[in-house]
């Protein structure tokens, strides 16, 4: 969690040290259904070194405890042109056959796969009447809560640094009054992790998510 904490400040400052020509600035919220599609998990089992690959069918489970949201405050340096930077809180489940076919009793990144990019972003405005179409692109790091546990018992627990990830949305923003706003949009994710387990065993997998969003932005 340093890891995650250190590397937003520095996407933070370097943001803010761009030139002062920013025309506004803008923070969303947003939930949404999130769901992920099949992956492979390879790895090392804790403690006796044997290997271990399977393909597994993600569960999203967006609407239960914890839920799936986001967080993106955006520079728009234009009236068309920005820069964010966007925390999003995926969520992933290995379903009770398959992880326990596999040889494990838990197997989740459920405290967030959390998915922090800095992003440019695209708009235009009063496009289609008030509403504004816009899209976006980031890359950035994945910092899942890492919760695997085998059915020996060696157990996993705690936030991990695993690797690279990419973002890609587009949506549709519309006013409510002069600072705030809705939006609905669609957003991908994707990620290469790999993360250590507890007694010397490894877990590597990529995760994609795909997400319909509906948040509200405020504007400063």
Do not use: C
């Not at 695997?148 to 009054?177: C, F, M, R």
């Not at 590597?204 to 319909?212: F, H, R, S, W, Y």
């Amino acid at each position: 969690m340093k890891t995650l904490i250190l590397s937003a400040t520095v996407s933070v400052a370097a943001l803010s040290s761009l030139p002062a020509s920013a025309q506004e600035f803008e923070i969303s919220g947003y939930t949404g259904w999130q769901t992920a599609p099949h992956s492979r998990v390879s790895g090392d089992y804790p403690g006796t070194g044997a290997s271990y690959d399977a393909l597994i069918g993600w569960e999203g489970k967006s609407f239960e405890m914890p839920p799936y949201y986001g967080i993106r405050g955006t520079w728009w340096r234009s009236e068309t042109f920005g820069l964010a930077l966007e925390l999003t809180h995926t969520k992933v489940y290995a379903p009770d056959d398959e992880r326990k076919k596999l040889g494990f009793d838990r197997m989740e990144f459920t405290d967030g796969h959390n998915i922090l990019t800095v992003n440019a972003m695209k708009r235009w405005p009063e496009y289609w009447g008030s509403a504004t179409p816009y899209v976006g692109a980031g890359l950035g790091i994945a910092v899942p809560h890492v919760d695997v546990e085998t059915t020996a018992g060696d157990k996993t627990y705690g936030y991990q640094l695993t690797g690279p990830a990419v973002k890609l949305l587009a949506g549709l923003s519309y006013p409510i009054n002069d600072r705030f706003s809705v939006f609905g949009e669609y957003q991908f994710t994707y990620s290469s992790n790999e993360a250590d387990l507890e007694g010397g065993g490894s877990l590597k997998t990529d995760i994609k998510t795909n997400a319909l969003n509906f948040g509200v932005s405020l504007k400063f």
